[in-house]
T-cell receptor, first 110, second 114 residues
Framework: SQQGEEDPQALSIQEGENATMNCSYK?????LQWYRQNSGRGLVHLIL?????REKHSGRLRVTLDTSKKSSSLLITASRAADTASYFC??????????FGAGTRLTVKP | DGGITQSPKYLFRKEGQNVTLSCEQN?????MYWYRQDPGQGLRLIYY???????QKGDIAEGYSVSREKKESFPLTVTSAQKNPTAFYLC?????????????FGSGTQLSVL
Protein backbone atom coordinates (compact mmCIF):
# COMPACT_ATOMS: atom_id res chain seq x y z
CA SER A 1 0.00 0.00 0.00
CA GLN A 2 1.12 3.56 -0.58
CA GLN A 3 2.37 5.41 2.45
CA GLY A 4 2.49 8.94 1.09
CA GLU A 5 -0.45 10.68 -0.47
CA GLU A 6 0.12 13.87 -2.40
CA ASP A 7 -2.41 16.55 -3.06
CA PRO A 8 -3.48 18.00 -5.27
CA GLN A 9 -3.30 15.27 -7.89
CA ALA A 10 -2.85 17.93 -10.53
CA LEU A 11 -1.90 21.60 -10.41
CA SER A 12 -1.81 24.14 -13.22
CA ILE A 13 -0.26 27.59 -12.73
CA GLN A 14 1.22 30.44 -14.71
CA GLU A 15 4.94 31.00 -15.01
CA GLY A 16 6.21 33.13 -12.16
CA GLU A 17 3.63 31.91 -9.67
CA ASN A 18 4.44 29.71 -6.69
CA ALA A 19 3.42 26.05 -6.60
CA THR A 20 2.64 24.23 -3.37
CA MET A 21 2.23 20.48 -3.12
CA ASN A 22 1.37 18.54 0.00
CA CYS A 23 2.18 15.04 1.19
CA SER A 24 0.54 13.15 4.03
CA TYR A 25 1.75 9.87 5.43
CA LYS A 26 0.54 7.30 7.89
CA UNK A 27 3.35 6.01 10.09
CA UNK A 28 6.53 7.27 11.73
CA UNK A 29 9.39 8.02 9.38
CA UNK A 30 13.16 8.46 9.43
CA UNK A 31 13.12 10.97 6.62
CA LEU A 32 10.97 12.24 3.79
CA GLN A 33 12.22 12.91 0.29
CA TRP A 34 10.81 14.71 -2.73
CA TYR A 35 11.49 13.56 -6.28
CA ARG A 36 10.66 14.94 -9.71
CA GLN A 37 9.75 12.90 -12.79
CA ASN A 38 9.50 14.17 -16.34
CA SER A 39 7.11 12.19 -18.50
CA GLY A 40 8.46 8.75 -19.42
CA ARG A 41 11.69 9.27 -17.51
CA GLY A 42 13.24 8.20 -14.22
CA LEU A 43 12.89 10.10 -10.99
CA VAL A 44 15.36 12.74 -9.89
CA HIS A 45 16.00 13.44 -6.22
CA LEU A 46 15.20 17.01 -5.17
CA ILE A 47 15.52 17.27 -1.42
CA LEU A 48 15.59 15.18 1.77
CA UNK A 49 14.30 16.31 5.14
CA UNK A 50 14.93 14.29 8.28
CA UNK A 51 12.34 13.64 10.96
CA UNK A 52 14.06 16.04 13.38
CA UNK A 53 14.06 18.90 10.85
CA ARG A 54 11.16 21.26 10.25
CA GLU A 55 12.21 23.19 7.16
CA LYS A 56 14.78 22.92 4.42
CA HIS A 57 15.67 25.04 1.41
CA SER A 58 17.39 24.27 -1.87
CA GLY A 59 17.42 27.00 -4.50
CA ARG A 60 13.77 27.74 -5.38
CA LEU A 61 12.56 24.76 -3.35
CA ARG A 62 11.30 24.95 0.21
CA VAL A 63 10.23 21.83 2.09
CA THR A 64 8.50 21.72 5.45
CA LEU A 65 7.81 18.74 7.66
CA ASP A 66 5.26 18.49 10.46
CA THR A 67 5.67 15.14 12.14
CA SER A 68 2.77 15.80 14.52
CA LYS A 69 0.44 16.09 11.54
CA LYS A 70 2.36 13.53 9.48
CA SER A 71 2.57 15.93 6.59
CA SER A 72 5.06 17.71 4.38
CA SER A 73 4.83 20.43 1.78
CA LEU A 74 6.97 21.31 -1.21
CA LEU A 75 6.96 24.92 -2.37
CA ILE A 76 8.45 25.88 -5.73
CA THR A 77 8.85 29.63 -5.96
CA ALA A 78 8.86 31.70 -9.15
CA SER A 79 7.91 28.68 -11.24
CA ARG A 80 9.17 28.19 -14.79
CA ALA A 81 7.77 26.22 -17.71
CA ALA A 82 10.68 23.80 -17.22
CA ASP A 83 9.28 22.92 -13.78
CA THR A 84 6.44 21.07 -15.51
CA ALA A 85 6.70 17.48 -14.23
CA SER A 86 5.26 15.07 -11.68
CA TYR A 87 6.44 15.43 -8.10
CA PHE A 88 6.51 12.55 -5.63
CA CYS A 89 7.10 12.34 -1.92
CA UNK A 90 8.83 9.24 -0.55
CA UNK A 91 8.87 8.25 3.10
CA UNK A 92 11.67 6.23 4.64
CA UNK A 93 10.11 4.08 7.32
CA UNK A 94 13.52 3.03 8.58
CA UNK A 95 13.00 -0.71 8.27
CA UNK A 96 14.31 -1.16 4.74
CA UNK A 97 11.09 0.24 3.39
CA UNK A 98 10.67 3.42 1.33
CA UNK A 99 7.20 4.20 0.03
CA PHE A 100 6.20 6.58 -2.73
CA GLY A 101 2.96 8.50 -3.14
CA ALA A 102 0.96 8.75 -6.37
CA GLY A 103 2.41 12.15 -7.20
CA THR A 104 1.24 15.63 -8.15
CA ARG A 105 1.27 16.56 -11.84
CA LEU A 106 2.42 20.16 -12.12
CA THR A 107 1.86 22.15 -15.30
CA VAL A 108 3.48 25.58 -15.57
CA LYS A 109 2.09 27.62 -18.44
CA PRO A 110 4.44 30.07 -20.14
CA ASP B 1 29.32 9.45 -17.35
CA GLY B 2 28.33 7.97 -14.00
CA GLY B 3 24.82 6.72 -13.61
CA ILE B 4 22.31 3.94 -14.03
CA THR B 5 21.57 2.43 -17.40
CA GLN B 6 18.38 0.53 -18.08
CA SER B 7 17.74 -1.41 -21.25
CA PRO B 8 15.81 -1.80 -23.37
CA LYS B 9 13.70 1.36 -23.27
CA TYR B 10 10.71 -0.52 -24.70
CA LEU B 11 10.00 -4.24 -24.39
CA PHE B 12 7.17 -6.43 -25.57
CA ARG B 13 6.22 -9.72 -24.03
CA LYS B 14 4.19 -12.52 -25.52
CA GLU B 15 1.87 -14.67 -23.45
CA GLY B 16 3.77 -17.28 -21.46
CA GLN B 17 7.12 -15.68 -22.11
CA ASN B 18 9.75 -14.65 -19.59
CA VAL B 19 11.55 -11.38 -20.27
CA THR B 20 14.56 -9.83 -18.59
CA LEU B 21 15.12 -6.13 -17.95
CA SER B 22 18.69 -4.96 -17.59
CA CYS B 23 19.99 -2.51 -14.98
CA GLU B 24 23.65 -1.53 -14.73
CA GLN B 25 25.23 1.12 -12.50
CA ASN B 26 28.74 2.52 -12.34
CA UNK B 27 28.20 4.56 -9.19
CA UNK B 28 29.80 1.90 -6.96
CA UNK B 29 26.56 1.73 -4.95
CA UNK B 30 25.91 -1.29 -2.76
CA UNK B 31 22.12 -1.09 -2.82
CA MET B 32 19.94 -1.53 -5.89
CA TYR B 33 16.15 -1.60 -6.30
CA TRP B 34 13.41 -2.38 -8.79
CA TYR B 35 10.14 -0.44 -8.79
CA ARG B 36 7.01 -0.78 -10.86
CA GLN B 37 4.98 2.30 -11.86
CA ASP B 38 1.44 2.09 -13.19
CA PRO B 39 -0.32 5.09 -14.73
CA GLY B 40 -1.54 7.56 -12.12
CA GLN B 41 0.09 5.63 -9.31
CA GLY B 42 3.26 5.92 -7.35
CA LEU B 43 6.15 3.49 -7.35
CA ARG B 44 5.81 0.07 -5.82
CA LEU B 45 8.84 -1.89 -4.69
CA ILE B 46 9.40 -5.26 -6.36
CA TYR B 47 12.82 -6.35 -5.08
CA TYR B 48 15.87 -4.77 -3.54
CA UNK B 49 19.44 -5.85 -2.91
CA UNK B 50 21.80 -4.47 -0.31
CA UNK B 51 24.84 -6.49 -1.29
CA UNK B 52 26.08 -8.91 -3.93
CA UNK B 53 24.44 -12.35 -3.83
CA UNK B 54 21.66 -11.12 -1.53
CA UNK B 55 18.23 -9.64 -2.23
CA GLN B 56 14.85 -9.21 -0.53
CA LYS B 57 11.26 -9.13 -1.72
CA GLY B 58 9.36 -5.90 -1.78
CA ASP B 59 5.59 -5.39 -1.79
CA ILE B 60 4.86 -6.99 -5.16
CA ALA B 61 7.53 -9.64 -5.78
CA GLU B 62 5.16 -12.34 -7.04
CA GLY B 63 5.78 -13.12 -10.69
CA TYR B 64 9.24 -11.51 -10.69
CA SER B 65 12.76 -12.76 -10.04
CA VAL B 66 16.14 -11.05 -9.67
CA SER B 67 19.81 -11.88 -9.32
CA ARG B 68 22.78 -9.92 -7.98
CA GLU B 69 25.91 -11.70 -9.13
CA LYS B 70 27.86 -8.48 -9.62
CA LYS B 71 27.77 -5.20 -7.73
CA GLU B 72 27.13 -3.29 -10.96
CA SER B 73 24.21 -5.36 -12.23
CA PHE B 74 20.70 -6.16 -10.98
CA PRO B 75 18.59 -7.72 -13.75
CA LEU B 76 14.85 -8.24 -13.30
CA THR B 77 13.02 -11.15 -14.93
CA VAL B 78 9.29 -10.81 -15.46
CA THR B 79 8.03 -14.37 -15.52
CA SER B 80 4.93 -15.84 -17.13
CA ALA B 81 3.43 -16.01 -13.64
CA GLN B 82 3.05 -12.21 -13.68
CA LYS B 83 -0.39 -11.90 -15.25
CA ASN B 84 -0.46 -8.12 -15.56
CA PRO B 85 3.08 -7.09 -16.47
CA THR B 86 2.30 -3.99 -18.49
CA ALA B 87 3.92 -1.12 -16.60
CA PHE B 88 6.88 1.23 -16.46
CA TYR B 89 9.80 -0.38 -14.60
CA LEU B 90 12.37 1.72 -12.81
CA CYS B 91 15.72 0.62 -11.42
CA UNK B 92 17.45 2.64 -8.72
CA UNK B 93 20.57 2.54 -6.60
CA UNK B 94 21.59 4.04 -3.31
CA UNK B 95 24.85 4.89 -1.63
CA UNK B 96 23.65 3.33 1.58
CA UNK B 97 23.54 -0.34 2.47
CA UNK B 98 20.04 0.01 3.77
CA UNK B 99 16.95 1.03 1.83
CA UNK B 100 16.41 4.72 2.13
CA UNK B 101 18.40 7.93 1.78
CA UNK B 102 18.78 9.33 -1.72
CA UNK B 103 17.92 7.12 -4.68
CA UNK B 104 19.41 7.46 -8.15
CA PHE B 105 17.08 6.25 -10.89
CA GLY B 106 17.56 4.90 -14.38
CA SER B 107 15.43 6.17 -17.26
CA GLY B 108 13.05 3.23 -17.13
CA THR B 109 11.78 0.38 -19.31
CA GLN B 110 8.21 0.34 -20.63
CA LEU B 111 6.99 -3.25 -20.79
CA SER B 112 3.90 -4.11 -22.80
CA VAL B 113 2.11 -7.36 -23.53
CA LEU B 114 1.48 -8.35 -27.14
Amino acid sequence: SQQGEEDPQALSIQEGENATMNCSYKTSINNLQWYRQNSGRGLVHLILIRSNEREKHSGRLRVTLDTSKKSSSLLITASRAADTASYFCATDLGNNDMRFGAGTRLTVKP
Amino acid sequence: DGGITQSPKYLFRKEGQNVTLSCEQNLNHDAMYWYRQDPGQGLRLIYYSQIVNDFQKGDIAEGYSVSREKKESFPLTVTSAQKNPTAFYLCASSDWPKLGEKLFFGSGTQLSVL
